[in-house]
């Protein structure tokens, strides 16, 4: 791998880069064989300048590149033959059903993108597959998406209460502003629910630091009967349990997740008027509520589903959203899309959480790369890559040959 691209990212409104400036040079000493390619942006969070001033070369034209690193999906027809590619391909998650198949950028038609790779001969390894033996990622957009998401779900729920909303997160652009903004803010006798315990919970947990909101334990959640606003954090032990009802095992829970069910509805129906959705989903894991159960759930105001899995955990994530419109909102007996009204459940689904701080998470997910990746890929690769790749020379590798279905059918 002499010569590493980053390429200009497919959807505008997406300006977060794979490396951030400073791991151009952090990867020419650390490499010291390999060149690095810039393809010039005008809407990507650095300059095409600031790369050049840390040894990199701008450059249109990515032939000569043998690996090409993007954020998102890239655009089918860009795509050269025969290179190696890195980027979030959200097409692991598609089952033999073809379920899951709508994850990732609105539009982009996954069996295109799929088919173009193939046809053109190339080999795709997904970001979120690069993970060690017990499924844990090296690498990912998620500390600042449950940041960003956790945010915006607030934000959402003063607008809900008749508050005036904080500034958008994106016009912010940036973490400190972010908590300075929180801290100043009442949210009344909310009752919030955050799910999960890896990368987004911890980023949704980290903000909620700042906000003005207590920390229950989940029993005492139950329990709760004050007027003051409180969240718990539901880690996956909590809100699943076996349907055998043997004890829950979290590495079983991973390799057999068809084995569990949701048991997070006895703390949505204590008062819950907040869920920010923070977990990893796998297709074959139950979701955390059917559909027809948001009638039930009468006082639940706003869900923020952050990972934004569509028909996923979150059966109300209906379409994801963007940073532009980032809400929408449901009657909650025929979950048809409305106007917001007092008695709607709103739903913050944004796909691309992390690219209103770009700056800020472009640099986090650059230092994973450049510690976590790219010595497995220049050097010797332990496993990780092997694992993460979907295609080798335009062929499904036998851990991705489930998706050959989806592909033709």
């Known amino acids: 791998m002499k010569n590493i691209a980053i390429i200009r990212e497919s959807r505008t409104d997406d300006n977060r880069s794979p490396l951030a400036p400073r791991h151009i040079k952090e990867i020419l000493v650390k490499f010291p064989n390999t060149n690095v390619f810039v393809q010039p942006s005008e809407h990507r969070c650095f300059s095409d300048k600031e790369?050049?001033?840390?040894?990199?070369?701008?450059?249109?034209?990515?032939s000569n590149c043998e690996l090409i690193l993007g954020v998102k999906e890239i655009e089918p027809s860009l795509l050269i033959p025969e290179k190696n590619y890195m980027f979030f391909s959200h097409t692991a998650k598609i089952?033999?059903?073809?379920?899951a198949a709508v994850q990732g950028t609105p539009g982009m038609d996954k069996k295109e993108l799929l088919k173009e790779i193939i046809r053109k001969k190339?080999?795709?390894?997904?970001?979120?597959n690069i993970r060690d033996n017990l499924s844990r990622r090296y690498l990912g957009f998620g500390r600042f998406a449950g940041i960003v998401g956790c945010y915006n779900s607030l934000n959402l729920y003063l607008e809900i209460l008749g508050q005036p909303p904080?500034?958008?997160a994106g016009s912010l652009n940036s973490y400190v502003k972010l908590k300075e903004n929180i801290s100043k803010r009442n949210f009344k006798n909310a009752k919030i629910i955050v799910t999960g315990d890896g990368r987004v919970a911890k980023g949704s947990l980290e903000f909620l630091k700042y906000a003005n909101i207590c920390k229950l334990t989940p029993e005492e959640y139950l329990s709760y009967k004050?007027?003051?606003?409180?969240f718990c954090n539901l880690p996956t032990s909590k809100y699943v349990s076996k349907k055998d009802n043997g004890s829950f095992d979290l590495q079983h829970f991973i390799n057999f997740p068809e084995n569990y069910k949701s048991v997070i509805e006895k703390y949505i129906l204590c008062q819950t008027?907040?869920?920010?959705s923070s977990h990893y989903w796998d297709p074959k894991s139950p979701r955390?509520?059917?559909?027809?159960?948001?009638?039930?759930?009468?006082?639940?105001k706003v869900i923020g589903d952050i990972t934004c899995d569509v028909n996923g955990s979150i059966p109300t994530t209906l379409r994801s959203t963007t940073i532009k419109a980032p809400y929408f909102y449901l009657d909650r007996k025929t979950l048809k899309e409305i106007k917001k009204d007092k008695n709607c459940l709103a739903i913050m689904a944004v796909d691309n959480l992390p690219s209103e701080l770009p700056r800020d998470s472009s640099t986090e997910f650059g230092d994973g790369i450049v510690k976590e990746v790219l010595p497995y890929i220049i050097n010797n690769d332990d496993g990780r890559i092997k694992k993460a790749t979907i295609t080798l020379n335009g062929n499904l590798t036998s851990?991705?040959?489930?998706?050959k279905d989806y592909v033709n059918s």
């Open 51 to 62: 790369y050049l001033d840390q040894g990199a070369i701008i450059n249109e034209n990515l």
């Open 95 to 99: 089952q033999p059903d073809n379920s």
């Open 122 to 128: 190339i080999t795709l390894i997904d970001y979120e």
């Open 166 to 168: 904080m500034p958008r």
């Open 226 to 230: 004050g007027t003051s606003a409180v």
């Open 273 to 276: 008027t907040m869920i920010i």
């Open 288 to 300: 955390l509520f059917q559909k027809n159960d948001s009638k039930k759930y009468n006082e639940l």
């Open 399 to 403: 851990n991705y040959d489930y998706i």
